[in-house]
């Protein structure tokens, strides 16, 4: 739940790096819930499905922001995930790169992360 948060702390910044574990525990929390949320509209009440919507609009710029911090830390640019408008080879390829380890040490969108926890 904490890299959930974090990311929602950082709701609209698009520099430094994230980790994969940031990434992925985000992705799953944030789809945890809005199955929830779908669950809910189903069985309780179809106009309940205005959380739905609310919930969505409300993480669209953290979500966003995190897959380019996610890019960064792979030491590509934020751009990039703009390849997901090629269908099929670019949403393989944008998952290769939110799968691979990122860049060891420094890189031109700032220090390790994982570095960063390591000495604290």
């Known amino acids: 739940m904490n890299w959930y ?3 929602i702390k950082q ?3 698009f520099s430094g790096r994230a980790r994969r574990t940031e990434y992925w525990m985000f992705t799953l929390i ?3 819930i809005s199955i929830g949320l779908m669950l809910i509209t189903q069985f309780v009440d179809q106009r309940l499905s205005v959380l739905n919507v609310i919930y969505s609009l409300a993480l669209l710029i953290p979500a966003l922001a ?8 792979v030491n590509k ?3 990039m995930y703009l390849l997901m ?3 099929i080879i670019g ?6 790169l ?3 380890e990122g860049t060891r040490g420094e890189n031109k969108y700032g220090v390790d992360p994982k570095a960063e926890t390591e000495t604290i």
């Open 66 to 73: 995190v897959i380019v911090r996610r890019l960064h830390d």
């Open 30 to 32: 944030n789809t945890l």
């Open 85 to 87: 408008l090629l269908p």
């Open 98 to 100: 939110l799968f691979t």
């Open 5 to 7: 948060l974090k990311v």
């Open 77 to 79: 640019s934020g751009w």
């Open 91 to 96: 949403w393989i390829w944008i998952l290769v």
């Open 11 to 13: 709701y609209a910044n």
